[in-house]
């Protein structure tokens, strides 16, 4: 099982859109999750695709074709500037990718 | 207050020592996870535990050991045979196999 993020730092203005790349790796249906780490705070999740929310105004679809989980925001914020994490879980192992880092610009 | 507590923050260890990281939970969780975080690598897991007196190896278990005997408790030495002790390690626990982790704040460990 793999995730990757493709992009290490994503730099936008507030307003813009904003998508996170996801992949993933991985035969069957997979449990996958997106965790935010903001400044001086503890990791911690911001959705998982089984559920089908929007937190914060970020929305991520499962697309089983392309093997992806891309993370959404139409206008992003100044507070949504953090590190993000895609999660993959499966038989009892959470797996991570690499992190993208979220910089929104006044 | 529920959470995950790791201590200390900060841990500073000269070459050659082992040295434990502590990590406790009051969420009455089962599974307790160990992971390192290194820039540019994403989280690391080093081991896992799914029960009182269980636990596996991740990917990276080499040079590290953990012990199970409080649900609480899940603590993690860095032995003296992990080449690249300097990191930061992050605890979390889960309390059922498909939820959620919760994170602890972490402890960063510098070996010189």
């Known amino acids: 099982q793999r995730v990757t993020q493709p992009e290490k730092l994503l730099s936008v203005f507030k307003g813009a859109p904003v998508e996170l790349k996801c992949n993933y790796s991985?035969?069957?249906?997979?449990?996958l999750f997106w965790y935010v780490q903001y400044s001086r705070q503890r990791l911690q999740l911001l959705l998982r695709?089984?559920s089908r929310e929007s937190i914060k105004g970020f929305t991520a679809d499962l697309n089983k074709g392309e093997t992806s989980f891309h993370l959404k925001k139409p206008f992003a914020q100044e507070e949504d500037s953090a590190m993000y994490y895609c999660?993959?879980?499966?038989?009892?192992?959470?797996?991570f990718g690499s992190g993208t880092k979220l910089n929104v610009k006044p | 207050d529920g959470g995950i507590t790791q201590s200390p923050k900060y841990l500073f260890r000269k070459e050659g020592q082992n040295v434990t990281l502590s990590c406790e939970q009051n969420?009455?969780?089962?599974?307790m996870y160990w992971y390192r975080q290194d820039p540019g690598q994403g989280l690391r897991l080093i081991y896992y535990?799914?029960?009182?007196?269980?636990?596996q190896k991740g990917d990276i278990a080499e040079g590290y050991s953990v012990s199970r005997e409080k649900k609480e408790s899940f603590p993690l030495t860095v032995t003296s045979a992990q080449k690249n002790p300097t990191a930061f390690y992050l605890c979390?626990?889960?309390?059922?196999?498909?939820?959620?982790?919760?994170f602890g704040n972490g402890t960063r460990l510098t070996v010189t």
């Open positions: 979390a626990s889960t309390g059922r196999a498909d939820s959620p982790l919760h």
């Open positions: 991985y035969s069957g249906s997979p449990e």
């Open positions: 695709h089984i």
């Open positions: 999660a993959l879980y499966n038989f009892n192992k959470f797996y």
């Open positions: 969420l009455n969780h089962d599974a």
């Open positions: 535990s799914q029960i009182v007196n269980d636990f």
